[in-house]
């Protein structure tokens, strides 16, 4: 995220001499792209995957711009796609130190309406493949090459714990990936691999583009958070870097909430008596 975008990147050295993946980054206003930005000033060095040409034409000038030459293509519902790339990455990296997931994706005609009618079967597994299993997938090839004191970061929101209009099939495959985060800090925590979840408030992110009333979260989301403000870039990205340096150690198996306080409000302050 540029510092003429709305926020200006503090730099450092906290991620010198780390190495990583960040996975999910779609455009300029990918939340995946705003920690990549934080990351690379603090002295990370990434590769960055990509599906397909067209998101390649997105990624390179982004990579280009915070000084990474490193792309990789995966697909994460092919495993031969998941083997290359990790593949590469091991050959390029020899080990890394940190792994941020932000893949997700469900059929835009089942993010409306009601969850029971318009969720078909095909729609559900899309949804859990690549929104849930896609993050248990990368975290085991990331983790078989990560040093110890390493960090893996993935995003939920909060549509994974209460019911959000239009969310859908997103909200549970969201649920399914929140729970996966568990699992893997338990299973990953002896090899000193810690996992943590991010649940940032609605942005105006192509995923949030591609649900109904979408927009609409945003405004809701200020006037109805503790805050009384929009959830920041720079808020997402600098929780990241705490989970994801070695700030964060002895934090695993979270769902840390960066969203101005939403998810604590349980009535709007107007409501009148």
Avoid at 34 to 54: D, K, N, P, V
Avoid at 89 to 117: C, M, Q, T, Y
Avoid at 153 to 172: A, C, K, Q
Avoid at 247 to 273: C, K, N, Q, W, Y
Wanted: negative net charge.
């Amino acid at each position: 995220m540029a510092e003429s975008e709305g926020w200006a990147l503090p730099k450092g050295n906290l991620m010198a001499g780390k190495k990583g993946v960040v996975m999910g980054i779609a455009n300029q206003n990918s939340i995946a792209w705003g920690i990549a930005s934080q990351l690379a000033a603090q002295g990370a060095e990434m590769c960055f995957t990509y599906l397909g040409e067209g998101l390649e034409r997105r990624v390179r000038p982004l990579a280009e711009s915070v000084g990474v030459d490193f792309l990789v293509q995966a697909d994460v519902t092919d495993d031969a796609s998941m083997d290359a790339a990790f593949a590469e990455i091991e050959k390029r990296f020899g080990k890394l130190d940190f792994l941020v997931h932000s893949v997700a994706f469900a059929n835009k005609d089942e993010l409306k309406g009601s969850f029971i009618d318009n969720t078909t079967r095909e729609g559900f597994l899309t949804a859990m493949n690549i929104s849930a299993f896609s993050f248990v997938d990368s975290a085991r090839r990331a983790a078989a090459i990560m040093n110890p004191n390493g960090s893996i970061v993935t995003m939920t929101y909060l549509g994974s714990e209460r019911t959000i209009p239009n969310y859908n099939t997103m909200g549970v495959a969201k649920a399914a990936l929140e729970a996966a985060t568990r699992y893997a800090a338990r299973d990953l925590g002896p090899r000193g691999i810690r996992v943590n979840a991010i649940s940032a408030g609605a942005m105006r992110t192509l995923s949030l583009a591609g649900i109904s009333g979408g927009r609409g979260m945003i405004a809701q989301g200020r006037n109805f958070s503790a805050m009384k403000e929009d959830t920041s870039m720079e808020g997402v990205a600098g929780c990241a870097l705490w989970l994801l340096s070695d700030l964060g150690r002895s934090t695993t198996g979270e769902v840390v909430h960066v969203d101005a306080g939403f998810h604590i409000m349980g009535m709007p302050d107007d409501v009148e008596g």
